[in-house]
Nanobody, 124 residues
């Protein structure tokens, strides 16, 4: 079992920045690839970013490429999502996910554990 707890969400003006954190516990964190997803009201959950077990490989949705950065600190069992140049359309609940595989994945069905989410609201 893996427990995931997100933090760092909040209200920010367009153009601002936020850093989300996801703390993992319960299993060897460094074995797992991690991902961030988001879901806006009335919309399906969508992929944001993923990182492999070592942090050497990352992959982003086109909508956030160049603005968001995913990273991880295996010593702290934590994965981060640095979000810059935020736009109102980035407003959503953001969810951290872990998969038992070590490689990156953009399909939510590839993930085995999910956090409860943290809300990000970007005002115009």
């Amino acid at each position: 079992q893996v427990q995931l707890v997100e933090s760092g969400g909040g209200l920010v003006q367009a153009g601002g920045s936020l850093r989300l954190s996801c703390a993992a516990s319960g299993r060897t964190f460094s074995d797992n690839a991690m991902g961030w997803f988001r879901q806006a009201p009335g919309k399906e959950r969508e992929f944001v970013a993923t990182i492999n077990w070592s942090g050497a490989r990352t992959y982003y949705a086109d909508s956030v490429k160049g603005r968001f950065t995913i990273s991880r600190d295996n010593a702290k069992n934590t994965v981060y999502l640095q979000m810059n140049s935020l736009k109102p359309e980035d407003t959503a609940g953001y969810y951290c996910a872990a998969r038992l595989g070590s490689t990156t994945a953009s399909d939510a069905r590839s993930y085995d554990y999910w956090g409860q989410g943290t809300q990000v609201t970007v005002s115009s």
